[in-house]
Each structure stands twice: as C-alpha cells, then as structure tokens.
C-alpha cells in the first residue's frame, strides 16, 4: 500500500508493538505529530515539558518494561536537547530509538533554520544512526533501529527524517519484527567448560554483578548459581537488584561507595567471577590495585569490554541468562565454601555500614520508605549523595527495582525517568529520590506529571547544597564551598502547587513514617520535600585514585 | 610501540569514514595512516589503517572497530604476510647545479619525474616504508618544498582474498 513516510513511520512503529512514545512536537515533525494524532488509540503519545524529559522518560520505560523507549522530537533544538538523554541511555545500555525530524532534504546542509546535524552530533552516543534521505528506505531503516537497539548489548539508535521524507509517499507491507535471539549457539563451549573448570577449583570465589545482570533479565540463574556455588555476591551500581540484597550471601555494593565487606571480598578472593559488569572507573578505582590476589573470569555480552580496563585470566562472551544457564547445567552439585563464607559473615557484621549523625537522617527517610513499600517500588534517583543512600538502605530484591543513571551520571534524569517507569509499570509504585540540586534541573516536568497524573512519589531530599560536590570539598579541598551552595530558599512545596502537583513538607523533627503515608495515600503525583542536614555524607568511600583496599569509612581519620 | 596494518571492509556510505576518525580519536589511539577506497564492490569500502601501540591496543581497537554497524569485516596484515605500498608526490628544491643529482637519485629509486622547473623538481614515487624513508632521506638535503602522502595501502599475498577470511569467520 503507498502511504507517506509520517504514516509509514507510525505503522512501523506499531510493527514493534509500541504503545507509548514520548516527545515534543515542532516544524520538522508536524506530519509525524498530524499522524500520531490519527493513530492516538494505537500509540499514546506524552507530550513532556522539555525533550530532555522525554529522552528520560523513554528511557525509564525501557528500562523497567525491556521494550525499546522511543522518544520524538523536532529538528535542531528538539534534537539537541534529547542529547544528554541519548547518552544516559547509551552509558547504561538502554534500548531506545530516538527520532528526529529535519528540515527537507534540498535545505540540508545550507543552516537553514532549525537545522542541525543531529547524526553528527550523536555519533559518539548511540550505537548506531541514520539519515533518512528517501521515503522507499524508512519502513527499512526503522526496522533496523529497532533491531540493533536490542540486538547484544542493547543502546540508543538515532534515526533522523528530513520533512519532505515524511511526506512523499512509498509502498509499505507490514513486516513482523525480527526477532531478538540470545544466540546460545554463538558461546564457545570450550570457553564455558574451562570457566566451570576455574569455578570449580576455587577456593574463595567472589560475585561481581552488574548492569547487564539486569538487562539479560538474569537474575534467576545467578541466583542459582551463586547458590550452586555458595560464593559471595557484591553488586556495581547498575547491578543492584541483579541479587536479592536479603541473601546471605550479599556484601552490598562494590566501588566507590560499596561497603568495605564488597571490597574485601574482591581483594582477598582468589577467584572474581564478574557477569555483565565493566570495570567501571567508579568500581575500579585504582586498577593495578584491584583483584589483585585472584584470577579474573569475565562473563560478558560484549567483547570490546574484556580486557579493556582490567586484564582477565578467562573470559566467556554471551548473553549474560544464556552463559549462566549454561554454566548452572554443568555444575551438579553444590560446591560447599564454608570457611569463607563464614569469613564473609564476620566481616559483615564487623564492617556494617556504618551510621553516624552524618547520614542517619537520609538513612531513616530510605529505611521507612523500604518498610512501607517493600517490593512494590520502582526506586528512580537523580545523581549525588542520595542517590547512593537510595543504593545504600534501599533493600533490592528485584531485577529492574533500582533506576539510576549510573554511568553518565546525569543530574535531572530522575524525574522523567520516572514517570516513563509508571507508565511502563503501572502495577509498581514508582519513588524518585531525589537531591534539590538534581531536581531543579528538571523540575519543569512536574507539570507533565500534573497532566497525565502519572501517580509518582518524589522524595526531594532537600540539604539546600550540592551535596556530593560539597562533600568533595569538605574533604578535599578543606570547607572551601565555591559554588555549591543553593541557599536561595526555593519553595518547593509551592513550586509544585504552581504545577498543580501535591505536595508536603518533612521537616528535620516531623515523623517520617507519618509524612510518607500520607504522600502514598494522595494515590496520585505528589512531591515531599525532606528537609536533611547539609553536612550529611556518603561512606564508605574509595577516595579517587586510591585503592579500594584503603576504603574510608568515617570522615574522621582518627576513628577510621 | 609496535606498528599494525588493519584493512578493513565498509559500507560505502556517506558518513561512514567521520564514524571512524571519530572512534580514533574519541578513545585516543593513534593511527599513522588511513586510506579508503572502493572495492570491486561498490557498496563496499576497504581502508587501510596503520597504527602504533601495543598488543592490547590492536585487540581495542579491533573491537571497538567490530562494534560499528556499518563494519563489515577486519583482518590484521601481517607484514610477513602482505604487501604494502604509499604513494608520494614530492616538490624538491633543484637548481640548475643540483638538478643531475637529484634526477640520479630518482633513477635509483624508480621515482618518477613529473615535472620539472627553474628551482624544483616533482617526483612520484611508490613503495614499502623502508623504501619511502630512504629516498626521503637521500633527498631531505635538497630542501622538500612539498610533500602529500596516499598512506599505506595494504593486501594479502596467497589466493585468499578478504573476502574468503570474512566468509570463513562467518561460519
């Protein structure tokens, strides 16, 4: 059937079994935006306050659903601020396409208004993008976007369409996606083998989880594996869900921020088993100090990441659910560590995270949220200090329960993030956690969550400072505080009124349990500002540059 | 450091050489050269790329490269293994007393006088590094006026042609 390229697109996107997209309309994208209007009981469209919210949101969605986010915007401005978004999703490997309508194809290249080359410009963020210059390729070119983004290890695909495309007409004849396999006859056996080999003569095998943990939706098999195999299992950020933080068998976090349990465990073992994790430079810190007694086996989806920050001894590369599977079939029986995972336990209870005036109060808010929600929350953040007590007390028990922007770091991607998680999870209760610092940054989609009431709980953990910047300097750069106090006394709870958002106050001496129930029952959006004391701070922590070994764990020298 | 030559297959597209450069420089390797031109595929590219570093290197490299959708395949040329040739046009400064030594030195090295002034001469010459070097050596005292080099081009010796290597790693 001959159709034109906006109404091509859309019928591709139903193709993909898209029902939600996220976007901004503008002069380039008119005719997509005339057809979305036509095709609104196929495709729900939410029109977000920013792009950059929409890129979040997109990404959100993606994340706690594991379909592809696809989020819309407009040529030169419209595509630029979906950039910081594209990246997030491409840090943390997100699957989203992201379309962007240009100006007509004889206009290209000429900086005609609105234009900007988005292609260019994306290149380094996305696994892949496309210039759409004639209608007879889109139905093709999407199909494409949509396969790549979720084909191996999944990440943000650009495709941008001139004007004029999306109005010339082309033959389109509905093809069914294709499908996405986790390619189990691509893994070498001989690779899995030697890894059991490794696995099996281990003394002391330590977990290393990651991010991909969570995108293979794996968390089952490395649950029986750590079990088959009884060894300990710490988690990187991305990873936290990936196993159940209520196991036995949990240190906590690895890295910067991970408990000194993780870090011990990493430095003393003699085996690291590391599933879909990267070595990130925040888990790392320093690399010649890191797993330095033991032999590294690196299970992973990607092979660019093996040996790229930390030289492994064996490695295995698959689809993180397909290896594991693989790997559980071949070990039998239970292999016993008793003595170190008795190790483990005492050093759990010698080396707790430790709570000193200096983080109780961010510590009780997460703790009361984990009693009253449980397993019913999605937990989104922002980036700073609370988000790493969002990733310290939060108990997470399931994969894809723990949203965070976690190789970016992107200040204001909590917002939009959230709201794309409800949508995607009605059935879960979304809380962002949120730092006044982050949460300016795009506050401006209070007023999408207004509009659609998308019921999500921010927690605005209010320390009327950029806390980690600030927590940096104390310890850094002696108490000189240059630019990251924000004492300009925002009302937030009237900002969100503006919006049309409820909103309450929890101050230093109100009950928490008594504020956040009354949040959770207004069944709708709703902002709590939670006043917490500015010079709380985040322990444990590697200091940057030193060895996770030197872990600190009190802001104190002397007491550490 | 060590020196490699990958030769690598691509789509021909627009775009496509601006995703490579850009990987290069984005993750800081360092390439001596790279030259692109078509195959006998025309929707096909083959670059040469040349470039320093150790073995870690070439294997990031070699994968981060792998990872670009529009790479089609990627073999590493062993100099034993391969030929490899540069092009260079060279303006050498040659009055009319040193002219006969540098159209002798030329001679030698089958470099290729294309043209011929008051004060310069224009050569063309083509070889292996080893041979480029030295003739620049002999001619650097005569003043090098201008110079524009293709980069290395590379190709297998024996029957197998990159094709057979990427058909063979397919299956």
Known sequence: ?560 | MDRYILSVLVNNHSGVLSRIAGLFSRRGYNIDSLSVGETKDPDVSRMTIVLRGDHAVLEQITKQLAKLIDVLHIKELKPSESVSRELVLIKVGAERAQRAEVVQIADIYKAKIMDVDTATITMEITGDQDKLSAFLRLVEPYGIKEIVRTGLSAIGRTDETISDDMNKKEC
């Open chain 1, 1 to 560: 059937m001959r159709m034109r390229g906006a109404k091509i697109l859309i019928e591709c996107l139903k193709e993909q079994s898209v029902d939600t997209v996220f976007g901004f309309p503008g002069g380039s994208v008119l005719n997509i935006y005339d057809e979305l209007y036509k095709n609104s009981d196929a495709i729900t469209h939410i029109l977000t306050a920013h792009e950059q919210g929409a890129a979040h949101a997109a990404d959100g969605y993606a994340r706690v659903t594991g379909k592809v986010g696809v989020c819309i915007a407009t040529s030169g401005p419209g595509a630029t601020n979906l950039v910081t978004g594209i990246a997030t999703a491409y840090m943390d490997s997100t699957p989203m396409v992201a379309i962007t309508g240009n100006v007509p194809v004889p206009l290209l290249g000429k900086d005609s208004f609105q234009e900007v080359d988005i292609a260019g410009v994306t290149i380094p963020i996305t696994k892949h993008n496309y210039i759409v210059k004639d209608v007879a390729d889109l139905a093709d070119v999407i199909r494409e976007a949509f396969y790549i983004a979720q084909e191996g290890r999944p990440g943000p695909v650009l495709v941008d369409i001139p004007k004029d495309v999306t109005a010339y007409e082309a033959e389109y004849t509905y093809k069914a996606p294709k499908p996405i396999s986790r390619h189990p006859e691509r893994i070498r056996i001989q690779d899995i083998e030697t890894a059991v080999e490794l696995i099996t003569n281990a003394s002391n095998p330590f977990i290393y989880a990651g991010g991909g943990v969570n995108g293979s939706r794996a968390s089952a098999e490395l649950l029986e594996f750590a079990e088959k195999i009884q060894a300990p299992v710490c988690v990187s950020l991305m990873g936290k869900g990936a196993f159940p933080a209520t196991h036995p068998q949990y240190t906590g976090m690895i890295g910067m921020h991970g408990t000194k349990v993780s870090s011990m465990g990493v430095s003393r073992c003699d085996l690291l088993i590391v599933i879909g994790a990267r070595f990130s430079d925040r888990v790392v810190s320093k690399a010649d100090k890191f797993a330095r007694k033991a032999q590294v086996l690196h299970i992973d989806i990607d092979p660019a990441e093996i040996n790229k920050n930390i030289q492994t001894y064996h490695h295995v590369i698959g689809d993180v659910q397909a290896v594991l599977t693989m790997i559980n079939e071949r070990i039998t029986t239970r292999i016993e560590h008793g003595q170190w995972l008795e190790k483990i336990a005492e050093w759990k209870k010698r080396y707790p995270i430790r709570v000193t005036t200096e983080n109780r109060r961010p510590r009780d808010i997460i703790r009361a949220l984990n009693d009253l929600l449980g397993e019913k929350a999605i937990i989104v953040t922002e980036v700073g200090q609370h988000q790493m007590w969002a990733a310290q007390f939060f108990k997470y028990t399931q994969s894809g329960s723990f949203i965070t922007s976690g190789g970016l770091g992107t200040m204001g991607f909590g917002t939009g993030a959230a709201f794309g998680a409800q949508l995607g999870r009605p059935d879960k209760q979304v809380v962002s956690i949120a730092g006044d610092g982050s949460f300016q940054m795009n506050c401006n989609e209070l007023g999408t969550i207004a509009k659609y009431q998308i019921p999500i709980v921010i927690l605005l953990m209010n320390n009327h400072t950029l806390g980690m910047v600030r927590q940096w300097q104390t310890m850094f750069y002696d108490k000189r505080y240059s630019a990251t106090t924000l004492d300009h006394q925002i009302d937030w709870v009237k900002l969100a009124d503006a919006f049309g958002v409820d909103a309450m106050k929890l101050g230093l001496d109100d009950d928490i349990q008594t504020v956040l129930k009354a949040a959770l029952e207004v069944g709708g959006p709703v902002l709590v500002d939670c006043e917490i004391p500015i010079d709380d701070v985040v322990l444990p922590m590697v200091a940057p540059g030193a060895s996770i070994e030197d872990i600190i764990l009190s802001v104190d020298p002397i007491t550490n």
